[in-house]
C-alpha cells in the first residue's frame, strides 16, 4: 500500500477519502458565500482543487491578493516546522451558482497525493 494522504476539515479525524462512504465531509447551502481557510501542515506542498466551482483567491499566507480572475486550483506551500504559523491560503467560496448543487470532490491535485486520499465531498443543499 503506497503513503496516506489526508484534507481534513477543522474538527473532524484525519483519514484518507473513502469513496465507498458516500458522507459528505462538509454541507454548505446553495446561495451561500463562505470563506475558506485551507492550512497545509505538512513539509510538502499542496495543490488544493475544487469541482463544480471556481474561486477567488483572498489571502496567500496572510497577504491580501487582488487577482482579476477565478481559480480551481492554489497551491498552498509547505510548512518548514519553523514559522510560528502554517502556511495557509484563504478562499472565497461561492455557492450562488445553480451549478453547485449537489455532490462534488476537492482534493489535492498532486495525483500520487489525491491516490494517496487527499480528497473530501462536498454536499451543497438547495
Ligand atoms: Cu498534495
Known amino acids: 500500500?503506497?503513503?496516506?494522504?489526508?484534507?481534513?476539515?477543522?474538527?473532524?479525524?484525519?483519514?484518507?477519502?473513502?469513496?465507498?462512504?458516500?458522507?459528505?465531509?462538509m454541507i454548505a447551502k446553495q446561495e451561500t458565500v463562505e470563506d475558506w481557510i485551507i492550512e497545509n501542515r505538512s513539509n510538502e506542498?499542496?495543490?488544493f482543487h475544487?469541482?463544480?466551482?471556481?474561486?477567488?483567491?483572498?489571502?496567500?499566507?496572510?497577504?491580501?491578493v487582488n487577482e482579476p480572475f477565478l481559480r480551481h486550483t492554489v497551491n498552498v506551500?509547505?510548512?518548514?516546522?519553523?514559522?510560528?504559523?502554517?502556511?495557509?491560503?484563504?478562499?472565497?467560496?461561492d455557492f450562488r451558482d445553480p451549478n453547485t448543487v449537489g455532490e462534488f470532490v476537492y482534493h489535492c491535485h498532486l495525483l500520487e497525493h489525491e491516490d494517496g486520499g487527499m480528497m473530501g465531498l462536498i454536499r451543497v443543499e438547495p
Open 77 to 93: 506551500p509547505y510548512y518548514d516546522g519553523r514559522a510560528l504559523a502554517y502556511p495557509r491560503v484563504r478562499l472565497r467560496m
Open 1 to 25: 500500500m503506497g503513503e496516506e494522504f489526508y484534507v481534513t476539515v477543522e474538527g473532524q479525524t484525519p483519514a484518507p477519502f473513502d469513496p465507498k462512504s458516500g458522507v459528505p465531509n
Open 45 to 47: 506542498l499542496h495543490a
Open 50 to 64: 475544487i469541482h463544480q466551482l471556481h474561486f477567488m483567491l483572498l489571502d496567500y499566507r496572510g497577504r491580501p
